[in-house]
């Protein structure tokens, strides 16, 4: 231990396993190491582990060394956007906090893998991790992910993993006729640290960004090992762990595909392909930001309906349980919250399976007073597509109509039983 | 299909398959059959299937006939309560409805096997879909399993799945030193209704109120066939999906055991048992019911914290994004929260996983202004936790400790990998 420090190539044998690559780190008995593949392992040193030293390199800490990219001809052109989040983020050192501060350019220099696939192209267009992100946010993502997509094949955007799933939802509604694959993808560790997920996910999206994709998707881990990633689609997708790297789940539908980071893809679903798309692609970010979800529970008071609708919101989603249930008692207000105008859709907060309001009495009222009932819609889906459709109309027939209508492969009319807990 | 008719007791075989049971519904080439397990099955009818009409039997409908129960020495006595549910509802021919209405009686009418494994008393508590229990069904609840106790060695309490996980944490709170099993048990589909789930969650839950168990247990479907039920920790289980009858899913943990309709119990990880409780049970339904949920999302109105404030709410859970944010915007409506006297606590949306205020700046900030992270506790159990302690003390510091100490298995200190999405 005494004689390797950070910056040497070494060959590192523990328990019969080898490995090669770059110490990047030294925690007391801990090894960062970063390999060839682009990930980083943290490896305990004891007695019996045997250390080679292959050749000796400074870096300057573990910033990584920035170098010159070369356009290849033979391959296609990928914007990578930066909006902030773990995979953009180190650590201070300092504060021991995370912030969102690499810039995309920085990423790449990070992971050379990346060149390997695509002519990489990148851009910070945010610097927030995703909880502090608003509609706001999304109206400017939106914007900076169409002007890219007129110089690139395929966009990837990284973006903290909080509200990831609101994100890739909106844009799935704003990019009409998308001609393109848009991948958001993302980090659970930050990418300066052992064991960070933030190269797979990368390398992993840009191989999905070259592909004959035509949607917004998300890319991540499919499991908590270093295999493949998952494909998802960018509605029909929802954070499920706090911590864990495989957090991002396909709820009520299959993945649309594995990708893994040598560069196989094997599709598991239908996806939208670029020759169905006839129409040229633009942007439509016309959205009504007085929208609310109420997650309905025992004990709610109800007057939160009132607050809603005494300030002027258009749009309210309810979280209701089972089938798509509420008390009684909301009943009232919920006829009140109609009678003024306002949108109401229904979503279940089982997170898996349909709502359906024609199975038990308390749904079949609800469903009488004028509420939507959204099928097998997340609750983030239905909240940014009913921002979406209410920027674009606010009559109650047009509403339903589009609400109900599949604009982004949102709805799947056919729920399968292993679609559960995927 | 024309001589055969409801109330024949046949033998069925089609695709080398034998079935041997009850016609209890012919829906035009569906048979509704009542197998001698007591679950009930359809089975389309084509040209190749083969019936046998063992033994004609008129039966009213398929009204559960009423029998006369021995009393067996050999056997513990064991209590079913009904709080309503659809297991223990019946369809509304005139309206295609369902509503809650058989006895708890009348249910072990229908499932002759219950009195295979113990001595039966039965109960109806409630009659009401559990959409529309409040906190004031859960102490009536509570006084009556409390009541119950005293006379029997286990309780199964029948119960609507829409907010029954909120109904078992409560429980597992009220009944303190429980020295006995509390299994709340359920139906996905109506008890009279071909392929209910009713019958074998019955059956697995008097298994499971026979055994060596001190806890609140929810017992249901492991999987969307009728192999075997689940027993999960009362307040570390939630209804994950809308539908499926395997809806019911530890959270952050392993189940405590799996239970087959024969008689079988596999346990799995750590639970209560009777010995481990030395002093006498008793209840404690002092809660607080001023305390409410607020979602987390982006675009959240943060005046929706000062609602809460300024009707005299005592407690407030946020369900925040991620390891446990929200967006900066929240920050000063929470701390006038604090400084009100309410005392705050934060779950994640994630569902799955474990709040840390200590690796991002936001969670930071949110626990400096003195938010209480609840590790691993599912939102549904932090509310009924919350109103729980409020009930006994609102001082700050007394509050904080009781809530982050275990007082009924309502922690894992150690999340595994293999817990996510079981």
Redesign the interface.
């Known amino acids: 231990m005494n004689k390797i420090k950070i910056g040497n190539f070494i060959i590192i044998e523990k328990n019969g396993i080898r490995w090669e690559g770059k110490i990047i780190q030294i925690l007391n008995d801990l090894l960062i190491l970063k390999l060839k593949s682009g990930y980083n392992i943290g490896i305990k040193i004891d007695k019996k582990t045997k250390i080679e030293i292959l050749k000796e390199e400074k870096i300057s800490k573990h910033k990584p060394v920035s170098f010159d990219i070369k356009f290849d001809k033979k391959k296609v052109p990928i914007s990578i956007l930066s909006a902030g989040g773990t995979i953009s983020s180190s650590i201070d050192y300092s504060t021991g906090?995370?912030?969102a501060s690499y810039t995309a350019s920085q990423l790449i220099a990070s992971i050379p893998e990346l060149v390997n696939f695509a002519n990489i192209k990148s851009k910070k267009i945010l610097e927030e991790?995703?909880?502090?992100?608003?509609?706001k946010?999304?109206k400017k993502i939106g914007r900076e992910v169409f002007e890219e997509l007129k110089e690139s094949e395929g966009i990837i955007l990284t973006h903290g993993?909080?509200?990831l799933s609101?994100t890739s939802s909106m844009l799935s509604f704003m990019l009409r006729n998308l001609n393109k694959p848009v991948v958001l993808t993302f980090a659970q560790k930050s990418s300066d640290r052992g064991s960070s997920d933030a190269s797979m996910n990368l390398i992993c999206s840009t191989i999905t960004a070259t592909k004959n994709i035509a949607e917004v998707v998300v890319v991540g881990h499919g499991t908590?090992s270093d295999d493949y990633c998952l494909i998802n689609r960018g509605n029909k997708v929802r954070?499920?762990?706090?911590?864990?790297r495989?957090?991002f789940?396909p709820i009520n539908c299959f993945p649309i595909g594995k990708v893994w980071p040598d560069g196989k893809v094997e599709f598991l679903d239908k996806y939208k392909k670029k020759e169905e798309v006839k129409e040229d692609c633009y942007l439509d970010d016309k959205i009504e930001?007085k929208?609310?979800?109420i997650?309905?529970?025992?004990?709610?008071?109800s007057?939160?309906v009132d607050?809603?609708v005494d300030?002027g919101y258009k749009g309210i989603v309810i979280?209701?349980?089972?089938?798509?249930?509420?008390?009684?008692?909301l009943f009232p207000k919920i006829k009140r919250a109609i009678e003024s105008g306002i949108i109401v859709v229904m979503t279940?907060q089982?997170?898996?399976?349909?709502?359906?309001p024609y199975?038990?009495?308390?749904a079949?009222e609800i469903s009488k007073l004028g509420v939507i009932y959204l099928e097998d819609l997340l609750t983030?889906t239905a909240?940014t597509k009913l921002?979406w459709i209410l920027g674009h109309t606010q009559n109650e027939k047009e509403v339903r109509e589009l609400m109900l209508k599949n604009l982004a492969g949102e709805f799947n009319k056919r729920l399968q039983?292993s679609q559960?807990?995927?």
């Open positions: 906090a995370i912030s991790m995703s909880e502090n992100l608003t509609p946010h999304w993993t909080d509200t609101y908590i954070k499920m762990h706090s911590s864990q495989n957090s789940r930001e929208v609310a979800i997650k309905f529970y025992p004990g709610l008071d007057e939160i607050f809603y300030k979280e209701g349980t089972g089938l798509g249930h509420t008390s009684k008692a279940t089982t997170i898996y399976g349909r709502v359906n199975v038990y009495s308390s079949r983030e909240y921002m039983p559960f807990l995927y």
